[in-house]
């Protein structure tokens, strides 16, 4: 939720991190924001210009940041490999991400950051919402399914961190969560549109709130961070036994898809030497049979030109007199016949 304090939240818990002797690895993908409190150790406004991109492309605000996002996912590969060399010595690792949820968490970029920490690491998601200004029924509702949105979205452990405790108290969200009844009451008072909308909402989200992580914080006063912390371990718990075999049985699903699109591009590959091999195999007895002055269609296309001019004369005369001969042989018993038939002729003249 933009203006909810998730940076100054995640400077709270970095700094509580670093007094319990447990620094953590922080990763900044917010490319608008003018300056974090913290030093990152991965920062995209290192790799990204977010103005620049939004000049070069012609983008408004969020396009721009939707756009910086997708360049920078185009390198997360190497991210991961960061987070890897170090998780052994940072047990926790923060990212903070833009306070618009539909740049994030909608968007192709979004989705592929999430499923690449979440296929190697236990990876929890953190919904930071103002109670200050969440003590309107409507506004509340509108939070909850956001948060609804993510949870389903992600389909990650979900963690939902009531920031602000230290202006409203979150007792009041909890009760409306815990007790339908008590949320009635107070979108009775309520008389907009919006109020009916919400109080059919409200029956839906019901479901949603048995199984939801809530914990009140004050990311300025630093309480209830170790309440966080340990709603953490316990979503890693969860992420352990529900969460990583879906992933894993992903993951596994990707590589077998990937290695049988390889065997079935060598496969066209064989079937395409095959039938080379086949027309090759093929052709050979007409070359044995013919010579080698045609070694196949590839022969006869190259040796057309003057080549087959001199050839053609060479061989006509060769032609002309075999046939010659042959017409010889062919006449020959004829003539022999005629003369006998002549002879014969002028016999019978002298003999009248």
């Known amino acids: 939720m933009a203006g909810s304090g998730k940076t100054t939240f995640v400077q709270r818990l970095t700094g509580h991190l670093h007094i319990k002797g447990c620094p953590p690895y922080l990763i900044n993908l917010d490319p608008a924001v003018h300056e974090i409190p913290v030093p990152a150790n991965i920062d995209i406004r290192d790799t990204v210009n977010y103005k620049e991109v939004m000049k070069q492309y012609g983008l408004g605000p969020n396009g721009g940041i939707v756009t910086a996002l997708n360049l920078f996912a185009t390198r997360f590969d190497q991210v991961m490999k960061f987070i890897e060399k170090r998780q052994q010595d940072c047990r926790y690792v923060l990212i903070d991400t833009p306070g618009q949820i539909e740049v994030f968490t909608w968007s192709a970029s979004g989705t592929i950051i999430t499923e690449a920490l979440a296929s190697t690491f236990a990876t929890v998601i953190v919904y930071v919402m103002d109670t200050s200004r969440s003590t309107s029924p409507i506004t509340f509702m509108s939070n909850m399914l956001y948060a609804c949105s993510i949870l ?3 389909r990650l452990p979900f963690i939902v961190v009531m920031n602000k405790v230290d202006i409203v108290s979150h007792t009041f969200a909890v009760e409306w969560m815990t007790d339908f009844e008590s949320f009635q009451d107070a979108l009775n008072q309520e008389t907009s549109f919006a109020s009916n909308l919400t109080r059919s909402m409200s029956l839906v989200l019901d479901e949603f709130y048995s199984t939801l ?24 718990v969860e992420y352990d036994l529900e969460y990583r075999p879906y992933y894993l049985k992903v993951k596994q699903h990707l590589a077998d898809k990937e290695v049988r699109n390889r065997e079935e591009q060598l496969e066209r590959l064989r079937r395409d030497m095959g039938d080379v091999a086949m027309d090759s195999d093929h052709q050979s007895p007409a070359t044995d049979r013919e010579g080698e002055a045609e070694a196949g269609p590839s022969g006869l296309i190259l040796s057309r030109g ?20 042959a017409e010889e042989r062919r006449e020959e018993p004829a003539f022999h016949r005629y003369l006998q038939q002549k002879r014969h002729g002028n016999r019978l003249a002298m003999k009248e």
């Open 306 to 325: 003057a080549g087959d001019e001199l050839q053609e004369e060479v061989d006509s005369d060769t032609d002309d007199l075999d046939h010659q001969k």
């Open 152 to 154: 389903y979205k992600t």
């Open 213 to 236: 992580r809530v914990v009140g914080v004050s990311a300025v006063e630093g309480t209830g961070m170790d309440d966080f912390l340990g709603h953490v371990a316990e979503a890693v």
